[in-house]
Structure formats: structure tokens, C-alpha cells
């Protein structure tokens, strides 16, 4: 007996049905999905420099006199860690003793009466040398980790000042006698250290700062006449002029201020391929004074 119509099409269908599970299976065996990987892109830490005065004492710097070298080193580091060299610049402003900006004219005469070791590997990029605002570039690219050489190494008021320069500069007037001030006796917490001079037998020896003229320090006897150093609150630095004097300096600064900071910018991108080509975006860095 011949099968019916209606067996023939559920043995078809049992036959597609088959078919179709065969090639279901040798797909799901030949492909596969990978994960997913991310690139994520981000900007690095911005470059960053530290302006260092390793040398610099406040307390030295309060008793300067002529003759004296006080130590004042500025120095730029480049503490990048995104491993990119900077060009450096460090701008110096001269300013009075209460921290008021000199004219040009005044920074012009400040600067004449003072000795400062300035070091070659920087180059004036704005303003003059004798102007109250100046800033110098260094005068190569400063790898991470790198240090600058400082600008200068110290400051010095002028050994042959004249009476009337000193009594502009610091408001001392140089006619005046000891009579002329009511000073306080030396106290506590105030402690007299010495600063020897550079032939002094003892000069450079550790412990040379406690010891006096004819003392010993490591074998060897003070042979000079060291300058005593007092805290500048010192009641035996403090000398208040007595009105009967009746002197005073005339359009003193009363001291003066040697301000100083630093900016950096990345080296050998398009544009600053030399110190030179970063010199203006250097000093656009500063702010306005």
C-alpha cells in the first residue's frame, strides 16, 4: 500500500529538520568570539619643574654688611616623570625692603652697589641687566631628574660702599654714633655663632661657627677676628634712635628683596626646537606684575 501524502511530508520535514541541526553544530564548532580588548588613550601629568635655593640661609641674609657674601643659589629641577626634557627660566625681581617692586632707576643703583656671581649657562631673554624685573633662560634642555646650574651663587654689598649709598640702601645713617641708639644686652633665645674669615686657621672646620678669636676647634686656634653673628630680634641688634639725634636717611629702600621664581616648558616640540625658540613662551608663563 502506498504511503499517504500526509506520511511522505512528515518524513520530508523529519529530513529538513535534521539538515538543519547538522549545520547548526558545525557552526557553533567553526567560529568563536573573541574578547574585548580597550584602548584607552590619556593625557600624561603635566611637566612639572621645583625652583631649589639650596644655600640660602634667612637667618645669614639678616645680617648683611659690606664685605659679607651671603649665599643664594636658585636652581631649577626637572621632576617630570612622563620622561620629557623642559626648557627652564627663572625670573628675578629686585624689590625695596617691605617688598615693594624698585623702579628700573632705583634697581639700576641697587644693582652698582652690589657683587652677584652670576653663572654663564643662563641668558637674559627679558628685560636688562640692570632692570627691576629680569628673566633668564638656561641655556639647555633639562632632562627628568636633571638640576640647573643657579643662576648666580651669591649676593654681596660692595666693601667700598660710600656713607650716602648705605644710607639709602639699608636707612642707616652712617654719621650716626653709638650714642645715638639705646640698644638692649644680649639674651636668650638669641646665641652668638662666629663667621671666620677665609685665611682664619679654622675657617671651614665643623664646630668653627661656636668658637671665638683664640679659641680651638679640632686641633687648630682661631687666628682672625670673626664677625659675631646675633639673631636680627636680637635685643643687642635692635637699636632704637634717640630723638635728640635728630637724623635720618633721606629716600631710603630700607633694605632690599631679590624675588625669584621659575617656569618650564616642554622641549623639542614643534616650534621649540632650542632655548631660543622657547624663550617668549617662557616668559608669557609669568604673571603679570
Known amino acids: 500500500m502506498k504511503p499517504s501524502n500526509k506520511k511522505k511530508m512528515t518524513v520530508i520535514l523529519s529530513a529538513v529538520l ?55 643659589d636658585p636652581m631649577i629641577t626637572n ?22 617692586l624698585l623702579s628700573d632707576a632705583e634697581a639700576a643703583k641697587l644693582l652698582s652697589l652690589l657683587t652677584i656671581t652670576w653663572n654663564p649657562n643662563w641668558t637674559l631673554i627679558d628685560g636688562t641687566n640692570t632692570s627691576a624685573a629680569q628673566i633668564y633662560g638656561y641655556n ?36 650716626h654714633t653709638d650714642e645715638c641708639y639705646t640698644f638692649g644686652t644680649h639674651a636668650a633665645p638669641c646665641v652668638i655663632t662666629y663667621k671666620h674669615h677665609i685665611n682664619c686657621a679654622i675657617y671651614g672646620e665643623a664646630g668653627a661657627a661656636n668658637t671665638a678669636k683664640g679659641g680651638t676647634v679640632n686641633g687648630k686656634t682661631c687666628d682672625c ?9 636680637c635685643p643687642s641688634m635692635v637699636g632704637t634712635l634717640k630723638g635728640a639725634c635728630g637724623h635720618t636717611a633721606d ?39
Not at 601629568?45 to 645680617?63: H, M, S, T, V
Not at 621632576?79 to 615693594?100: C, E, M, T, V, Y
Not at 677676628?225 to 630680634?233: M, N
Not at 621649540?272 to 617668549?280: F, I, N, Q, S, Y
Open 18 to 72: 535534521a539538515l538543519a541541526i547538522a549545520v547548526g553544530a558545525t557552526l557553533a564548532y567553526l567560529a568563536t568570539l573573541t574578547g574585548e580588548e580597550t584602548n584607552v588613550f590619556s593625557f600624561a601629568e603635566n611637566i612639572r619643574a621645583q625652583l631649589d635655593e639650596p644655600n640660602w640661609d634667612e637667618e645669614d641674609g639678616k645680617n648683611l654688611v659690606p664685605g659679607y657674601e651671603v649665599n643664594k
Open 79 to 100: 621632576k617630570s616623570d612622563n620622561g620629557l626634557d623642559i626648557f627652564a627660566a627663572i625670573r628675578l625681581l629686585f624689590a625695596d625692603g617691605s617688598g615693594k
Open 140 to 175: 639647555s634642555a633639562l632632562a627628568p631628574g636633571e638640576v640647573s646650574d643657579p643662576i648666580f651663587s651669591s649676593v654681596m654689598i660692595n666693601s667700598d660702599i660710600s656713607d650716602e649709598d648705605m644710607e639709602w640702601l639699608a636707612g642707616i645713617v652712617m654719621t
Open 225 to 233: 677676628t670673626p664677625a659675631e653673628i646675633h639673631d636680627a630680634d
Open 251 to 289: 629716600n631710603s629702600i630700607g633694605g632690599f628683596q631679590i624675588k625669584v621664581q621659575g617656569a618650564a616648558v616642554q622641549a623639542f616640540v614643534d616650534g621649540m626646537d632650542t632655548p631660543a625658540d622657547a624663550a617668549a613662551n617662557l616668559i608669557a608663563l609669568f604673571p603679570t606684575i
